[in-house]
């Protein structure tokens, strides 16, 4: 399998911050990785940079390469809107634009220049079936996607899925949802895999074993270690991987 996302000597600074230090990795195509680590440890910090959401933040910088399909999407004559429409995002709350539903799922096509009111309806449609939550929402498409309790991240999973993107970053999806939701959510992230590949930054190692086929090990900026989700688990070869997996630090 090829390697969807390739990042060499990656170091980032906040300021004078360094938050980022020598991070090199590859991440296959149509797989799922998860980034787990204590809290501020770089992992959402590293996930931003790979769809240039950092660029958004004044006095950082960035040395080293990033490259998606073999492009370094940092270079000369990126077009940071293309690139964003390619690696989508889900964030850790729900943010549904105060819109019906069938717009907030429109609405990244309609940028993109789609009209065709049939070409919609089909998008919409597949979006909400591939985010599991056609069934719950095909009666409804008219109303808000605010009122939308216990869906909202299905929703923007689905706003998300319209662009129809190669990458699908995630950060910390479910931390804001309850059990039977989270669940809906693990199960699509694993069925997402056979058309996406999808990054995923989470604190609960169970999800992490459960949804992921490797995993990434974040501490104090530093990438510790990166390997197939069952080998880390069960045979990490680094001590502090070790160690935080059975809870004595962070």
Not at 9 to 27: P, Q, R, T
Not at 96 to 125: C, H, K, Q, T
């Amino acid at each position: 399998m090829k390697n969807k996302i390739e990042t060499r000597d990656v170091n980032f600074w906040y300021g004078d911050f360094h938050a980022l230090k020598g991070i090199s990795m590859d991440i296959e195509e149509k797989s799922v990785i998860a980034f787990i680590g204590p809290s501020g440890c770089g992992k959402s910090t590293f996930l931003r940079l790979l769809n240039r959401m950092n660029d958004l933040i004044p006095d950082i910088r960035l040395t080293g390469e990033i490259r998606i399909d073999g492009q370094d999407i940092y270079g000369k004559g990126v077009q940071v809107d293309e690139l964003r429409k390619n690696v989508g995002m889900v964030f850790q709350r729900p943010n549904p634009f105060p819109m019906s539903i069938y717009d907030n799922v429109a609405y990244g096509p309609r940028g993109m220049g789609v009209r065709d009111r049939a070409v919609l309806d089909e998008l919409v449609e597949d979006s909400l079936r591939r985010a599991a939550l056609w069934d719950e929402v095909k009666d409804k498409l008219k109303e808000s996607g605010l009122g939308l309790s216990g869906g909202q991240q299905r929703l923007c999973i689905a706003r998300a899925l319209a662009v129809q993107p190669d990458i699908l970053l995630m950060d910390e999806p479910t931390s804001a949802l309850d059990p039977v939701s989270t669940l809906v959510v693990e199960q699509l992230a694993c069925e997402l895999r056979e058309t996406c590949t999808l990054v995923v930054v989470t604190h609960n190692m169970q999800q992490a074993a459960r949804i992921s086929d490797s995993v990434a090990f974040f501490l104090l900026g530093e990438l510790v270690e990166h390997a197939p989700t069952a080998q880390l688990f069960k045979n990490p070869t680094d001590p502090r991987t070790a160690d935080y997996l059975t809870g004595r630090f962070g």
